[in-house]
């Protein structure tokens, strides 16, 4: 049997590669830390797990539920964008629930790219753009993110045959995996870009509440752009906001075109969400002891980032000091390949950090490292390391 052919170049994704490996290892009794996957390792509040738990008891919440989100979920999140952004959007023409926002992602991609468009995406940046555009026959066109420019894309360097053909453009900030915020000043640049050339301008924006210092400008959303809803959509999710993410609980919003098309597809795929889940998502958008909540959670991440920051100095490796997400993207030494680097670092101290490489061809020459991890674990990966005194490749 052979697969398709629009997957078969895929090559398997990076994460669940890794999570086999550590799992043999971990099978024969090695500890292994891991910092690789963006995973939030902390619960979501108990208020929002109690509200899942009384849903799930009522008689009527096991049945199919409506396509895209019940009602209350799209308006909860509606509520949260006017709240949080002063944007204001239809429930039910401008919101889409979604299992997840990757799954969004994905079928945006498919809803809207021909064989031959081209698809804009961020390099390095988040790795579900380039292989959905490519499963859907589009061309990707990286634009690189460099640190010299704020990790921000130069737009007037795409090619004008590549402007002509560029359906989709991908941004994401807080930014996975560099960590870089955006300006207003430069989403107001990528807003006028898109509407010059016709382009869907897709913001993923998961990270918008994870701020890792409290005096840092809140992250904003492309809806706080006049005009920005005539040619943008905006990904979110409640994975990193109420670190849900098993829960797979995203939303789109913005311009009803394009969540329509995003709708018809999606309605032929999935029968939406667990109506207790959706239920349980209105607190964890609105309840006003979220923002409590959601500020010791980032006071536990901004810790743990200084911890890792600090040892990196100590292994004399740079690294740019994040106020938002939850990644650290530290620089390799010259002639250190991050794949090598990696790999060597798992097998010789039992700690996990994901390669540049997998981002992006620009994202060679760096690691990223997630703030993911329980501070017990973190205890003993920092241990090792500084033990190590050097690391593998950095000698």
Not at 29 to 52: T, Y
Not at 240 to 251: D, F, I
Not at 367 to 386: C, E, F, K, Q, Y
């Amino acid at each position: 049997m052979q697969p398709a052919d629009r997957i078969a170049d895929l090559k398997p994704y990076y994460f669940a590669q890794v999570g086999r490996q550590i799992q043999q290892m971990r099978s024969q009794g090695i500890d292994v830390v891991r910092m690789d996957i963006g995973a939030p390792d902390l619960p979501p509040p108990d208020f929002v797990i109690q509200a899942m738990v009384e849903s799930a008891r009522r008689p009527d919440r096991h049945t199919y539920q409506p396509y895209g989100g019940t009602p209350g979920y799209r308006r909860a999140w509606a509520q949260y964008y006017q709240r949080r952004f002063g944007a204001s959007f239809d429930p039910q023409t401008q919101v889409v629930g979604l299992i997840g926002s990757k799954e969004g992602i994905f079928h945006l991609t498919q809803a809207l790219i021909n064989p031959g468009d081209v698809v804009l995406v961020p390099d390095p940046g988040y790795s579900a753009y380039a292989p959905s555009a490519r499963i859907a026959g589009g061309q990707v066109y990286y634009m690189p993110l460099r640190a010299e420019h704020g990790y921000f894309p130069d737009l007037d360097a795409i090619p004008p045959d590549i402007r002509r053909r560029a359906k989709l453009m991908w941004l994401n900030y807080p930014n996975n995996p560099t960590g870089a915020t955006i300006t207003r000043e430069h989403l107001e640049r990528a807003v006028a870009f898109a509407r010059e050339h016709r382009i869907l301008l897709a913001h993923d924006a998961a990270y918008v509440d994870v701020v890792l210092d409290p005096d840092a400008e809140s992250p904003p959303s492309v809806f706080q752009i006049p005009g920005a809803v005539e040619v943008a959509v905006e990904f979110n999710s409640l994975s990193k906001r109420a670190n849900m993410a098993g829960w797979r609980l995203g939303v789109a919003v913005g311009n009803a075109t394009a969540l329509r098309y995003l709708f018809l597809y999606k309605s032929q795929v999935d029968s939406s969400h667990f109506g207790p889940l959706m239920d349980a998502a209105e607190i964890a958008l609105n309840d006003p002891r979220m923002a409590g909540w959601i500020s010791t959670r980032n006071a536990i991440y901004r810790s743990r980032r200084d911890r890792i920051l600090a040892l990196l100095n100590e292994l004399g490796l740079k690294a740019a000091r994040p106020r938002a997400g939850m990644y650290i993207w530290a620089q390799l030494p010259p002639g250190v390949e991050s794949l090598a680097f990696t790999q060597a670092l798992l097998q010789h101290h039992h700690v996990s950090w994901a390669p540049g490489r997998i981002f992006g061809p620009h994202g060679e020459g760096y690691v990223r490292i997630s703030l993911g991890v329980p501070d017990d674990a973190l205890d003993r990966a920092l241990a090792r390391l500084r033990a190590a005194q050097t690391l593998p490749g950095l000698a």
